[in-house]
């Protein structure tokens, strides 16, 4: 970040930090180095995401036009600065912070609240932001192969004064804590990323430090590109299968790697309903409703290393989106089916 005394307030949900996550560790191997990000909150590939401001002036709202695309220029992705009344991502510049929910922790924010907020801005600053916006974690919270050795006091006294004012949680959820493994996709520090904070020598107890990472790291493009595919002709989102709610499953494949399927079904009746994958692909599933709420995922609940969701619904369209667990490397054949149960 350009300032090193001003921070990203991660919202990360506090509850989370240390919450592991169903299944494995899962490794995006990309080059020396490796991105993180969180498995469990990552947007359906190809997905367009809708964003409104709240507030702000004109000259504000150019910055984050201008800067956020870069982004999409690797990712699957597209912003569309539309306005939307439903809009998923709702941009606020109040005097709060610069801070952003990670991924689709969006979609739980009540739709006249901000997911993001810009209590400064510059390049780097949208950059970071949007990051943590399409599933980013900030580096020096990785867990693996991290060289950073706090200096807590000399910290906790920097962020606890202006322009951040943090208490001892906010400075301890924010700086100190770090994610479970369970929990990340990715390892072995990156130190250019635009997700690190540039923070003095003082900060720590080895002399480590990092300078203002301004522009997206080698990694970082590398990191939306496998993880969200297809942008630059390797593979990626199409259209989604619609799936019949009966006694039968619809044979499929990941026919490459980053590959991901989407397909919808109509609850035709409430009920309980189960989606599950079969065959030998190791998969990992999620269950998305009205307004593209997640509802849940499942990662091996199935037999062997399929999905199995078991939830109970409303009548209405769902989307189900379907990827292979290691997202770097793996192909595979399996079937999908839905049933209603009740």
């Known amino acids: 970040m350009a300032r090193t005394d001003k921070v990203c307030f991660d919202r990360v ?41 709240l507030n702000g002036t004109d000259q504000q709202q150019q910055i984050v036009r201008e800067f956020a695309p870069q982004w999409t220029e690797q990712a699957n992705l597209t912003f569309a600065f539309d306005d939307a009344p439903n809009a998923e991502i709702r941009i606020a510049f109040n005097d709060d912070g610069a801070w952003s929910y990670v ?126 595919p297809g942008r630059n002709g390797g593979g990626g989102g199409s259209e989604p299968v619609e799936l019949p709610v009966i006694e039968g499953a619809f044979s499929a494949d990941i026919g490459q790697p980053g590959e991901e399927d989407l397909y919808t079904f109509t609850a035709k009746k409430a009920g309980r309903y189960v989606i599950e994958t079969e065959g030998p692909t190791d998969l990992v599933m999620k269950l998305f409703g009205s307004g593209s709420v997640l509802i849940d995922q499942d990662d091996d609940g199935g ?34 089916k839905v049933v209603r149960t009740s």
């Not at 989370?16 to 169903?22: N, Q, S």
């Not at 301890?172 to 635009?194: C, R, T, W």
């Open 13 to 53: 949900l506090p509850n989370e930090i240390h919450r592991p996550l169903p299944g494995r560790r899962m490794a995006l191997q990309i080059g020396p180095t490796r991105a993180a990000f969180e498995i469990a909150k990552l947007w359906p590939n190809g997905r367009t995401l809708h964003i409104r401001f």
């Open 103 to 228: 991924g689709t922790d969006a979609l739980g924010i009540p739709g006249n609240q901000p997911t993001m907020n810009f209590g400064w801005q510059d390049e780097a600053v949208v950059l970071h932001e949007f990051g943590h916006m399409i599933g980013m974690i900030h580096e020096h919270q990785n867990p693996d192969d991290n060289p950073i050795e706090w200096n807590k006091p000399v910290v906790i006294q920097a962020l606890g004064g202006p322009p951040n004012n943090w208490d001892l949680a906010t400075i301890q959820h924010n700086m100190f804590d770090k994610y479970n493994l369970s929990q990340i996709n990715g390892s072995e520090f990156d130190p250019a990323s635009v997700m690190l904070y540039s923070f003095p020598p003082t900060w720590t107890l080895n002399d480590f430090h990092s300078e203002p990472n301004d522009v997206l790291s080698d990694v970082d493009k590398e990191f939306a590109a496998r993880v969200y």
């Open 303 to 336: 037999v062997g290393r399929n999905s199995r969701i078991d939830t109970a619904l409303v009548p209405g369209e769902y989307l189900v989106q379907v990827r292979h667990y290691n997202s770097s490397g793996g192909t595979g054949n399996y079937a999908i």
